[in-house]
Nanobody, 124 residues
Framework: QVQLVESGGGLVQAGGSLRLSCAASGRTLSSYSMGWFRQAPGKEREFVATIGRISGTSDYADSVKGRFTISKDNAKNTAYLQMNSLKPEDTAVYYC?????????????????WGQGTQVTVSS
């Protein structure tokens, strides 16, 4: 099993940037593809970004494409989500997740392991 801990959330003004980290322990991240999801108050959890097991192909939700970048450093056992040009509608709790598959996935049911989440608040 792998344990995931997110960090890097906080309060930022619109147009600003944050980098979220997802530190893994228990097993190496090279065994997993990774995803980032978010959940805003009163809304369902939604897909944000995903990356394959060996940091190959990545995929993004249309709402964040061109602004967010997912990456994975297997040597540091950490995944990242760089968020630029943040908007108030990006406000949510952000979760990282790990899946035992080669390619990334947009589907939360493909992910067996989840972090506890980190709050991102973007003020207008």
């Amino acid at each position: 099993q792998v344990q995931l801990v997110e960090s890097g959330g906080g309060l930022v003004q619109a147009g600003g940037s944050l980098r979220l980290s997802c530190a893994a322990s228990g097993r190496t991240l090279s065994s997993y593809s990774m995803g980032w999801f978010r959940q805003a108050p009163g809304k369902e959890r939604e897909f944000v970004a995903t990356i394959g097991r060996i940091s190959g192909t990545s995929d993004y939700a249309d709402s964040v494409k061109g602004r967010f970048t997912i990456s994975k450093d297997n040597a540091k056992n950490t995944a990242y989500l760089q968020m630029n040009s943040l908007k108030p509608e990006d406000t949510a709790v952000y979760y990282c997740a790990a899946a035992s598959r080669w390619s990334g996935s947009r589907n939360d049911y493909d992910y067996a392991y989840w972090g506890q989440g980190t709050q991102v608040t973007v003020s207008s």
